[in-house]
């Protein structure tokens, strides 16, 4: 019997994410709408564009996984195509302003009148209509990727040399956008939107909406994504990643396959890139730094590349991560942290039990940092305040010798190390900014997912509980070969 479509495309873990990302998507904008500040429950007003920006980037990270995760394309240059996106977003808007702006030009934006701009370039006509400006948000993307790909893919550039030009592509356009004569505002960018359609970006039922629309938009994105990685083109994507020459040698137009699925991608990044703007205020050609494109393709890593869900988490992690630890309020032994958290995800690799193990650990380190507390604040001394320092230490000494009795069994290992993140991570907490050193704990983090968690956050958790991650594999050839009528070499 045929199984229902959304039985074919969606398991228990595409369920869940919908189901969540729905939840967000009403819960969000209600809790900042229909509550009072005074509500437990009451979403401050900057935290509603702040999460939808959150969710611009899983959409972009869903795009980038879809060609790196399942057609081996590791893209460095993507953050083009989404800066590509949120320029067209952001001229519509420029156009929008008319005559409430500094000079009161009502045809032409503000930099153009302060540089001396004649008139409006021709290329800025039509702007002025959403219709159009949304039109260009998906064509100006894919047809720069259409151009880019079909060359590419056809002269068989691949691996790290197809890597190198992305990010030489994305390079170029940001000095170009930056060049005051392109057009586009220079290095100050795209700001000070006023309208979209009619209504104040700033208002805060506006931004409700953007923010509905953005996990909208996830939400279609993912699901496009997922019909299309489980259709038999999908499979011949899986098949080009691991074995490309065979699949070629089946009689496949290879290039033809990679070039639809990175035109795809580049579309729904200029559609992330659309939503984006609107919500941050902002549209300037710092969105074209190669740094930003590898930072994508971190996100992709960290959450699991090849799981789709994964890329959706990983981008949303990483980004609450960047925005917490480069906020002022951070630890300042932050790399001891750091350290022992990476000790703790290879303990979980090696056994799980582990996990249990760090669980407790955490809760007795932070029992003995929060009772000593409890007391100071009573009977404040400065003895009651360095115990809540000392205690969880002493726990994860404690622990130590536990484990060392019972010959390094994992759950008082994980125990112990439980006990030291909660000990160096939480308790010296003070203000010191994690800013200037943030893209090295983020390419370290790179580095330390691609040891310890090659298959990122939901890959390995699918490998604990004995699910195979819905990227493929090696059969994806045999597959593919049986349907094109050949026999693949592994059953010769």
Known sequence: MRQPLTARLLDGRGWLFLAVLAIVAVAVPACNLLLPPSSPFYIQS???????????????????????????????????????????????????????????????????????WPELPVYWYGFNWFAYAGLMVF??????????????????????????ITQALTFALMLGFFRNNFGFGGNNGLTDFKDILGFNVQAPTTRAVLFFLSALALALGFLLCQWLVKSKFGKVLVAIRDEESRVRFLGYRVENYKLAAFV??????????????????????????????????????????????GAALGAVVVNYAKTFFTGGS???????????????I??????????????????????AWALPLLVASFSPSTAGVLAGYVGPLSVAVLLAIVSLVKAGHPLAVGATFGALVFGFFISPYTTVGLAPYWLFALGGLFILVTLLLPKGIVGSISDWFG??????????????????????????
């Open 139 to 164: 064509l100006v993307p894919a047809v720069l990727a259409f151009v880019f790909g079909w060359f590419a893919f056809r002269s068989r550039v691949t691996g790290v040399y197809l890597s190198i």
């Open 264 to 309: 795809l991608s580049a579309c729904l990044a200029g559609l992330a890139g659309a939503l984006y703007v609107p919500q941050v205020g902002i549209i300037n050609p710092s969105e074209f730094s190669p740094a930003n494109s590898i930072e994508i393709v971190i996100w992709v890593a960290v959450g699991g590349r090849g799981t789709l869900v």
């Open 467 to 492: 699910k195979e991650p819905a990227n493929g594999g090696s059969a994806a050839v045999s597959g593919v070969a049986l349907e094109a009528g050949q026999v693949p070499k592994a059953a010769e």
């Open 46 to 116: 900057y935290w509603v564009p702040l999460l939808g920006k959150y969710l611009c980037y899983a959409l972009l990270a869903v795009a980038v996984d879809l060609i790196w995760g399942y057609a081996g394309i590791l893209s460095l240059g993507h953050g083009a195509f989404f800066a590509l996106g949120g320029y067209a977003m952001g001229m519509y808007l420029m156009r929008q302003i008319g005559t409430r702006g500094v000079y009161a030009d009502p045809i032409r934006p503000d930099f153009m009148v302060f540089l001396n």
């Open 346 to 367: 290879g303990i979980a690799i090696w056994m799980r039990q582990a996990i249990l193990g760090a669980l407790i650990g955490a809760a007795a380190a932070a029992a």
């Open 330 to 344: 951070v630890v300042p032994y932050w790399m001891f942290g750091v350290i022992s958290v990476v000790v703790l």
